[in-house]
């Protein structure tokens, strides 16, 4: 059985307008975020950020991600404070990325929620702009 090349990574984007409500993007992340891979997450995510919505990385299905790609991340976290229009939160953080950012102390930066099994998952994120910014899981 041939494994993955080391370079493997792509994402999907999911897209749900809410009336009276920023547009929420759902980015869901597949592979290996590392340093070959990083430039490419960045030039899908930076746009977004640009034009203002609300944003989700799923990490449910990423299975490595080394200090380049938290830095891609930890990067588009900033441009998204710094654009003032848009927000930028974590779901379905694999236990190697949730420890990988509490290592680092960057877990505070990020809004981390649950994310269900089932169910409408855009339904699940309008009725979650609603809530308090942060809930995290204990590590």
């Known amino acids: 059985m ?6 493997h990574f792509h994402c999907e984007v999911e897209e749900l307008e809410v009336e009276g409500k920023p547009t929420i993007t759902k980015i869901n992340c597949h592979g290996r975020l590392v340093g070959a891979t990083s430039e490419q997450f960045k030039q899908i995510v930076k ?6 919505s609300h944003l989700v990385l799923d990490f449910g299905d990423l299975a490595y991600i080394d200090s380049s790609g938290l830095g891609a991340v930890v990067g588009l976290k900033v441009s998204s404070i710094s654009s003032g229009d848009s927000t930028l939160e974590l779901v379905n953080l694999t236990p190697r990325v949730r420890e990988l950012l509490s290592l680092t102390n960057l877990i505070q930066l990020f809004s981390i929620r649950p994310y269900p099994e089932s169910g409408s998952a855009f339904a699940y994120h309008a009725e979650a702009l609603s809530r308090p910014e942060r809930e995290t899981n204990p590590t």
């Open 47 to 52: 746009p977004l950020i640009v034009r203002g």
């Open 2 to 7: 041939a494994s993955l090349p080391d370079t």
